[in-house]
């Protein structure tokens, strides 16, 4: 094949000296490929040095996960101290409205004239209707109820 303008411009198409210029040299590729292996290499210990990492962080997540769940079975073992410590608060405190109910009773009985007006509020809030029935001695079927304020 001779070389003629139909061809060059085909195969240079910036001219013959600029695709020689554009080729590179042996000495440059194998710059340009130490390069990129050092490169390589860099990135290799990076994947490496990145993998260890990761490895630590997965360590560290299943940790907090089994602290996690040791945390919770210690909120469960504290939540239910609390519930039982509400039931005997809860017990307490109808023993101790059944205490103050029968002081004031007492008093209401023996000394109410040394009541105040609180106290005896509060026996009146306590008070409730008291039921009596009566009873057919013959029969023993309900005669009459009758409910005494």
């Not at 060059?8 to 390069?35: I, K």
């Not at 005997?88 to 007492?106: F, G, W, Y």
Request: hydrophobic share 40%.
């Amino acid at each position: 094949m001779s070389a003629t303008p139909k061809t060059d411009a085909l195969f240079f198409p910036y001219g013959r000296d600029a695709t020689a210029a554009a080729e590179p040299s042996l000495l440059v590729c194998m710059t340009q490929y130490e390069l990129l292996e050092r490169e390589l290499a860099a990135l290799r210990l990076n994947l490496s040095v990145t993998m260890e990492e990761l490895g630590e962080m997965r360590d560290r997540a299943e940790k907090a996960e089994a602290d996690n769940a040791t945390l919770r079975e210690q909120l469960k073992d504290c939540s239910a101290v609390v519930d039982r410590q509400q039931k005997m608060l809860d017990r307490n405190t109808e023993q101790i409205a059944s205490k103050q109910a029968q002081i004031d009773a007492l008093m209401f009985e023996y000394y109410p004239e040394e009541m105040s007006l609180e106290q005896i509020m509060e026996w009146k809030k306590h008070q409730r209707p008291v039921v009596r029935y009566t009873f057919d001695g013959e029969t023993n079927k309900l005669k009459s109820v009758e409910v005494i304020k």
